[in-house]
């Protein structure tokens, strides 16, 4: 029987408690600051990011996860008796670290090295993670982690409202028109992941408390459409409390939900700026 691990990107966003007891390693992302490279997840907290972000000369950018320390996580594995590696990283139409790993992938001896694309990120991934280390820890084959990986990830579903449309502009996702229109009406876009895979502008909202009731209709619809639980996450940029009390609303209007709470660290934060706040779903992994 092969010994499974799984191996992610710090996009995942998941703690040390959370991996603690399962076959679960994190890879970071390099995060670039007017020069000076930060490791997400290891020596910069999200708080520390904000804060450079808002001082910062150049706009943040990044860079995917070293090849370098993928390999050496995976040399760790093998020599832990890990014969089998599943790769789960977040959208290839964001990063291109999953197409870099599948190209080093032949030249790791010893070693099954499978690259599953999440299409999509934080905490979504990161329950995708969990559940496939929880499945491994369990014993379950790779065919049979693969094929949950595959049924959750068609289940995913996720809403950004976005606090600085500037950062939409700088990502190429607005133009700078439509970003100083934008600005100047304080629209408030609502950002998810169409078809294709991609982070596009869904609508565009006047105001915040009208982008969040919108969410809340989407959210609303996918609950009455689906035929198996769901669970959900309220994640934010910087504004916790606010995220805090938009979660606790939304416990009390969907009762039936597991909702929980996730944050946007400071590589997914560098596309959509600080003060997003999200709400994403998916099939809920522990109760079918």
Sequence with gaps: ???????????????????????????????????????????I????????????????????????????????LLDEGYDTVLNIYLSATISGINSTISAAARDIENQHVVVYDSQITVILMGQMVLTAGQMAKEGKSLDEIIARMDQLRASTDEYFIVNDLQHLVRGGRLSSTAGLLGSMLRIKPLLTFDESHKIVVAEKIRTLNRASARVEELFTEAVAAADYPLKAWVIDAGNPDEADVWQAELQKKFPDVTIERSFFGPAITTHIGEKAIALAWMRDPDRD
């Design 1 to 43: 029987m092969s010994k499974i691990a799984i191996v992610t990107d710090s996009t995942a966003y998941l703690t040390p408690e959370q991996i603690a007891d399962l076959p679960i390693r994190i890879v970071t992302t390099p995060v670039i600051v007017d020069g000076q490279t930060y490791n997400e997840g290891e020596d």
């Design 45 to 76: 907290t999200p708080e520390e990011f904000y804060s450079k972000m808002r001082a910062a000369k150049d706009f943040p950018h990044t860079s995917q996860p070293r090849l370098g320390d993928v390999l050496t996580i995976h040399k760790e």
